[in-house]
């Protein structure tokens, strides 16, 4: 292998440690960013700053204490890094999260019925666990002490699991913090492709509400239809962040409303800026930061953006299926280095 092949699959390596894919990357100018200029680059290097400390390499490093100096912030990112679009012949999809708010309680009782779970002992990192199906029919886990509080529906803790974080409110007026502990190693599956592979609903029909309201009003074919995902995320009660702050993304720090996404870690390393061109009803032109991860964002040009806390930021979210694109910042001299075929 030679040539700028050869130097494409090199900097994916070096960007994101394995590639799933060889793809395909073309050098972009900072002119080339739809309305750049108008963007608030403080609050994105604010954000970068958070997590930069975490990232492995001496180009990240040196970058990230310039960083903390507090520099120009546009002419930090435009000094000292090369947007760079990478492509892996799928189409660009931009999706939304968010962290609930859901009612629970700290004990089983009355409506609280459905358990949020940690890590069950017998867990191995990286194998095959119970699926879905198999923890909620048989109650496989009930009466081991995994439970760290009871939730009234089951939809919730679906979502909640799809969301991987969330606050959990007692009815003593109490709210405790739960984050991402691990995942059953099955294969992740959208309900929402089920239902329209069932011909229940199109596809531009689908959203979390429309699968909310499905399940709730089909609660027998709604419960099969949850099975359908076999992946099972369990938590771990975080208390040590503060309400102020977003829940921890998978560089274990708080992410941020509406300037961290979660990617690929394939294709993109965390902690990498990158520029977004969201099309769709609301557009969204803003540089953010790779802070998260998550079992549905495979590819390339796949993200999905953090919208915040609460029910207002879910119906947000939920709204969210767009195209566009995505144009990450790579440090200059990286990006330099390893493609000079695709330089002029």
């Not at 947007?83 to 708010?101: A, C, H, K, N």
């Not at 609660?219 to 921890?248: C, M, Q, T």
Request: glycine share 10%.
């Amino acid at each position: 292998m030679t040539g700028a092949r050869a130097g494409a699959v090199a900097l994916s390596l070096l960007i994101a440690g394995a590639a799933v894919a060889e793809p395909t990357y073309k050098l972009m100018r900072f002119s080339d960013l739809r309305d750049w200029e108008n963007d608030d680059h403080q609050a994105a290097l604010d954000v970068f700053v958070e997590t930069c400390g975490d990232m492995d390499g001496p180009e990240w490093e040196s970058l990230c204490a310039f960083a903390k100096s507090a520099p120009d912030a546009r002419a930090f990112f435009e000094t000292f890094f090369q947007p760079v679009r990478i492509e892996d012949g799928e189409s660009m999809l931009f999706t939304g999260y968010f962290e609930p708010e859901l009612r629970g309680a700290p004990e089983q009782g009355g409506l609280y019925q459905h358990p949020i779970y940690r890590l069950p002992e017998d867990y191995v990192q990286g194998e095959p666990y119970l699926t879905r199906q198999e923890i909620e029919e048989t109650a496989a886990l009930n009466g081991k002490g995994l439970e760290i509080a009871w939730l009234a529906d089951p939809v919730d803790l679906f979502f909640l699991q799809v969301q991987g974080s969330g606050r959990i409110r007692f009815p003593d007026g109490d709210v405790i913090r739960v984050g991402y502990g691990g995942k059953n190693g099955q294969d992740y599956s959208s309900v929402g492709r089920e239902l329209v592979n069932r011909g229940i609903y199109t596809e531009h029909e689908v959203s979390a509400q429309v699968i909310r309201n499905w399940v709730r009003d089909n609660p027998d074919e709604g419960k099969s239809l949850l099975w359908v995902n076999k992946s099972y995320v369990f938590f771990r009660e975080i208390n040590d962040v503060p309400a102020d702050k977003g829940p921890l993304g998978a560089m274990n720090r708080s992410i941020t409303t509406g300037r961290s996404i979660a990617v690929d870690p394939a294709f993109t390393k965390l902690g990498t800026p990158i520029w977004i061109e969201k099309e769709g009803a609301t557009p969204m032109h803003r540089l953010m930061v790779a802070q998260d991860t998550g079992s549905a964002i495979k590819g390339a040009q796949r993200a999905d953006i953090f919208f915040g806390t609460g029910e207002a930021a879910g119906r947000e979210a939920g709204r969210v299926k767009d195209g566009g694109c995505m144009i990450t910042l790579l440090p200059i001299q990286l990006a330099y280095a390893t493609l000079p075929e695709l330089i002029e």
